[in-house]
Protein backbone atom coordinates (compact mmCIF):
# COMPACT_ATOMS: atom_id res chain seq x y z
CA UNK A 1 0.00 0.00 0.00
CA UNK A 2 1.92 3.32 -1.11
CA UNK A 3 -0.03 6.80 -1.03
CA UNK A 4 1.21 10.24 -2.20
CA UNK A 5 0.70 13.26 0.53
CA UNK A 6 1.43 17.04 0.64
CA UNK A 7 1.09 18.81 3.83
CA UNK A 8 1.13 22.74 3.73
CA UNK A 9 1.97 24.54 6.84
CA UNK A 10 3.36 27.51 7.83
CA UNK A 11 5.45 28.09 11.42
CA UNK A 12 6.17 31.12 13.05
CA UNK A 13 8.50 31.29 16.12
CA UNK A 14 7.82 35.41 16.41
CA UNK A 15 11.88 35.24 16.36
CA UNK A 16 13.42 38.33 14.92
CA UNK A 17 15.62 38.37 11.48
CA UNK A 18 18.77 39.16 11.97
CA UNK A 19 19.85 42.20 9.94
CA UNK A 20 21.66 40.84 6.93
CA UNK A 21 18.16 38.89 6.07
CA UNK A 22 16.45 39.51 3.08
CA UNK A 23 13.06 38.24 3.78
CA UNK A 24 11.18 35.54 5.32
CA UNK A 25 12.12 31.66 5.32
CA UNK A 26 9.64 30.50 2.29
CA UNK A 27 10.83 27.35 1.28
CA UNK A 28 8.46 23.81 1.08
CA UNK A 29 9.20 20.57 2.46
CA UNK A 30 8.47 17.92 -0.22
CA UNK A 31 8.64 13.79 0.67
CA UNK A 32 8.64 11.85 -2.55
CA UNK A 33 9.86 8.16 -2.51
CA UNK A 34 11.02 8.16 1.26
CA UNK A 35 13.19 10.95 0.00
CA UNK A 36 12.70 14.96 1.39
CA UNK A 37 13.63 17.73 -0.16
CA UNK A 38 13.21 21.64 -0.50
CA UNK A 39 11.66 24.01 -2.81
CA UNK A 40 11.48 27.49 -3.04
CA UNK A 41 7.60 28.43 -3.30
CA UNK A 42 6.83 30.40 -6.07
CA UNK A 43 7.24 34.60 -6.23
CA UNK A 44 3.05 35.13 -6.32
CA UNK A 45 2.42 33.73 -2.65
CA UNK A 46 2.19 35.93 0.01
CA UNK A 47 2.79 34.33 3.85
CA UNK A 48 -0.01 35.20 6.64
CA UNK A 49 2.41 37.12 7.97
CA UNK A 50 2.50 39.65 5.12
CA UNK A 51 -1.41 40.01 5.39
CA UNK A 52 -1.16 40.43 9.02
CA UNK A 53 0.90 43.74 8.60
CA UNK A 54 -1.55 44.89 6.26
CA UNK A 55 -4.23 44.88 7.99
CA UNK A 56 -2.47 46.25 10.71
CA UNK A 57 -1.34 49.33 8.58
CA UNK A 58 -4.72 50.21 8.21
CA UNK A 59 -6.41 49.70 12.05
CA UNK A 60 -4.32 53.09 13.93
CA UNK A 61 -5.46 55.30 10.40
CA UNK A 62 -9.44 53.86 10.69
CA UNK A 63 -9.35 54.29 14.47
CA UNK A 64 -8.39 58.08 13.83
CA UNK A 65 -11.03 58.45 11.20
CA UNK A 66 -13.76 56.82 13.21
CA UNK A 67 -13.06 58.76 16.17
CA UNK A 68 -13.15 61.91 13.98
CA UNK A 69 -16.56 61.77 12.33
CA UNK A 70 -17.85 60.74 15.97
CA UNK A 71 -16.23 63.89 17.57
CA UNK A 72 -17.80 66.22 14.74
CA UNK A 73 -21.32 64.36 14.27
CA UNK A 74 -21.38 64.88 18.24
CA UNK A 75 -21.01 68.64 17.79
CA UNK A 76 -23.53 68.90 15.00
CA UNK A 77 -25.56 67.73 17.57
CA UNK A 78 -24.47 69.35 20.31
CA UNK A 79 -25.48 72.94 17.86
CA UNK A 80 -28.75 71.60 16.54
CA UNK A 81 -30.43 69.81 19.37
CA UNK A 82 -31.82 72.75 21.10
CA UNK A 83 -33.58 73.49 17.83
CA UNK A 84 -34.78 69.73 17.30
CA UNK A 85 -38.20 70.25 19.44
CA UNK A 86 -39.53 73.35 16.45
CA UNK A 87 -39.32 70.37 13.56
CA UNK A 88 -40.20 67.17 14.00
CA UNK A 89 -38.07 66.04 10.51
CA UNK A 90 -34.85 68.31 12.14
CA UNK A 91 -35.54 65.47 15.14
CA UNK A 92 -35.89 62.61 13.38
CA UNK A 93 -31.83 63.48 12.02
CA UNK A 94 -30.53 64.59 15.14
CA UNK A 95 -32.07 60.97 16.42
CA UNK A 96 -30.50 58.81 13.95
CA UNK A 97 -26.93 60.78 14.10
CA UNK A 98 -27.05 60.37 17.57
CA UNK A 99 -27.79 56.69 17.30
CA UNK A 100 -24.29 57.01 15.30
CA UNK A 101 -22.57 58.68 17.92
CA UNK A 102 -23.53 56.20 20.68
CA UNK A 103 -22.73 53.28 18.21
CA UNK A 104 -19.48 54.24 17.81
CA UNK A 105 -18.81 54.74 21.55
CA UNK A 106 -20.18 51.51 21.83
CA UNK A 107 -18.12 49.72 19.58
CA UNK A 108 -14.68 51.69 20.61
CA UNK A 109 -15.86 50.53 23.74
CA UNK A 110 -15.75 46.65 23.14
CA UNK A 111 -13.33 46.69 19.85
CA UNK A 112 -12.94 43.27 18.92
CA UNK A 113 -11.60 43.48 15.17
CA UNK A 114 -11.26 45.68 12.50
CA UNK A 115 -14.18 44.65 10.40
CA UNK A 116 -16.54 46.64 13.10
CA UNK A 117 -13.87 50.28 12.61
CA UNK A 118 -14.88 49.73 8.29
CA UNK A 119 -18.59 48.80 8.90
CA UNK A 120 -18.82 52.31 11.49
CA UNK A 121 -17.34 54.08 9.05
CA UNK A 122 -20.07 52.56 5.99
CA UNK A 123 -22.45 53.87 8.93
CA UNK A 124 -21.20 57.23 8.76
CA UNK A 125 -21.37 57.57 4.73
CA UNK A 126 -25.06 56.37 5.28
CA UNK A 127 -25.65 58.85 7.87
CA UNK A 128 -24.36 61.76 6.44
CA UNK A 129 -26.44 61.06 2.75
CA UNK A 130 -29.42 61.12 5.05
CA UNK A 131 -28.68 64.45 6.58
CA UNK A 132 -27.70 65.89 3.55
CA UNK A 133 -31.25 64.59 1.32
CA UNK A 134 -34.00 67.66 1.81
CA UNK A 135 -37.09 67.24 3.98
CA UNK A 136 -39.88 65.51 2.01
CA UNK A 137 -41.97 68.65 3.15
CA UNK A 138 -40.42 71.80 1.76
CA UNK A 139 -37.45 70.56 0.00
CA UNK A 140 -34.22 72.31 -0.58
CA UNK A 141 -36.34 75.58 0.41
CA UNK A 142 -36.84 74.09 3.78
CA UNK A 143 -35.25 75.96 7.10
CA UNK A 144 -34.43 72.39 8.14
CA UNK A 145 -32.74 71.47 5.04
CA UNK A 146 -30.77 75.14 5.09
CA UNK A 147 -29.71 74.77 8.47
CA UNK A 148 -28.23 70.92 8.02
CA UNK A 149 -26.84 72.27 4.76
CA UNK A 150 -24.96 75.14 6.88
CA UNK A 151 -23.92 72.50 9.84
CA UNK A 152 -22.34 69.91 7.25
CA UNK A 153 -20.49 72.44 6.20
CA UNK A 154 -19.35 74.21 9.06
CA UNK A 155 -18.06 70.69 10.55
CA UNK A 156 -16.59 69.96 6.77
CA UNK A 157 -18.83 66.23 6.88
CA UNK A 158 -18.88 66.56 3.66
CA UNK A 159 -15.26 66.36 2.82
CA UNK A 160 -14.86 63.78 5.20
CA UNK A 161 -17.66 61.83 4.18
CA UNK A 162 -15.37 61.69 0.48
CA UNK A 163 -12.25 61.43 1.57
CA UNK A 164 -13.59 57.98 3.90
CA UNK A 165 -15.62 56.89 0.52
CA UNK A 166 -12.00 56.63 -0.76
CA UNK A 167 -10.28 55.40 1.95
CA UNK A 168 -13.07 52.90 2.63
CA UNK A 169 -12.19 50.22 -1.04
CA UNK A 170 -8.49 49.41 -0.16
CA UNK A 171 -9.30 49.18 3.64
CA UNK A 172 -12.59 46.74 3.00
CA UNK A 173 -10.03 44.97 0.66
CA UNK A 174 -7.73 44.75 3.28
CA UNK A 175 -10.16 43.44 5.93
CA UNK A 176 -11.74 40.54 2.84
CA UNK A 177 -8.28 39.45 2.73
CA UNK A 178 -7.54 38.89 5.93
CA UNK A 179 -10.60 37.31 6.34
CA UNK A 180 -9.67 34.80 3.68
CA UNK A 181 -6.29 33.91 5.19
CA UNK A 182 -7.83 33.10 8.57
CA UNK A 183 -7.34 29.03 9.57
CA UNK A 184 -11.36 28.04 10.48
CA UNK A 185 -10.89 26.05 14.00
CA UNK A 186 -13.61 23.16 13.88
CA UNK A 187 -15.24 21.97 16.95
CA UNK A 188 -15.19 17.82 16.53
CA UNK A 189 -16.01 16.72 19.90
CA UNK A 190 -19.41 14.94 20.26
Same mark, same amino acid.
Given at each position: ????????????????????????????????? +????? @?????????? &?? %??? =??? #???????????????????????????????????????????????????????? +????? @?????????? &?? %??? =??? #???????????????????????????????????????????????????????
Amino acid at each position: LQGNMRFHFTLDFHVKEPANSNGTFDKTIVVEN +NQISM @VDNEATTKSP &IE %TWT =DQD #QFNNFTLQKVTETRRSVHLLNTELSPLAGRSNDLARRLKISLRYVNEVDANLEHLT +NFGQL @VELLRKFIIL &ID %TLR =DPA #QVGGVRSLEYVLLKLSLEKYDLLNKQEQIRQYLEPAESAWRKYQNTQVVLLDNTT
